[in-house]
């Protein structure tokens, strides 16, 4: 979902390469990331944050809805980093 984040900021995009990069030397099946040196710029958080929210809202507040539609998306999240 990077990739698709509208910004104008150089230092924000450098930040972000710079998280895929270490994500991409980490062993992800044992740490699902934790090990990470870096920390991920807020927006990344945020637009997870957002559509987790969406996504709530419109299933009438229902966490497993939620949790269903959101955990599918992380795993891949979490795959493509590891590639």
């Known amino acids: 979902m990077h990739k698709h984040i509208l910004h104008a900021s150089q230092e924000l995009q ?4 710079r998280i895929v990069e270490d994500f991409g ?11 990470a040196e870096s920390t991920f710029p807020k ?3 945020d637009v997870i944050e957002s559509l987790a929210g969406a ?11 939620t949790f269903q539609r959101i955990r599918p998306l ?3 999240l979490i795959i493509h980093l590891k590639q």
Request: aromatic fraction near 16%; include cysteine; hydrophobic fraction near 45%.
């Open 14 to 17: 450098r930040q972000i390469y």
């Open 25 to 35: 030397e980490l062993d992800l099946v044992s740490t699902f990331g934790w090990e």
């Open 43 to 45: 927006v990344l958080g």
């Open 55 to 65: 996504i709530f809202v419109d299933s009438c507040f229902n966490k497993n809805v």
């Open 74 to 76: 992380m795993e891949l």
